[in-house]
């Protein structure tokens, strides 16, 4: 079984976990880090909420039920979908999307080798 990391995401009052392999956790503490920095250039009408990165762990034992945690790859999957929706005119978006995308070809590269094993 894979090792597998948790990074605590927080969104007002709201926590939720992303299920990340070990291998790639800290990278998406570092794209949303990166994409906090730069989500204020944005001039589009209509940004993305972003939740923020509070934490990282390897274990999460959850015994509240209403707390979600989402697959890495689902996360991406809708971050980059969130993202690309995006109608920005100023700021050259296109460069949080290549990073956005490559973290998500990276996951899906990851988990088509998990499942061949």
Known sequence: MPEMRYIIMKSGQDISFVEMPASHAYQLSALNLRLHKEIDKLTASEVPVLPYAIAECADAELHDKSIVIHSGLDYM?????????????????????????????????????????
Do not use: C, G
């Open 77 to 117: 999957n809708q971050l980059e979908k969130d993202f690309s929706s995006v109608q920005e005119k100023s700021y050259p978006l296109i460069s949080l999307l290549t990073e956005i995308r490559a973290l998500q070809a990276q996951l899906e590269q990851w988990y088509e080798e998990e499942l061949d094993m």
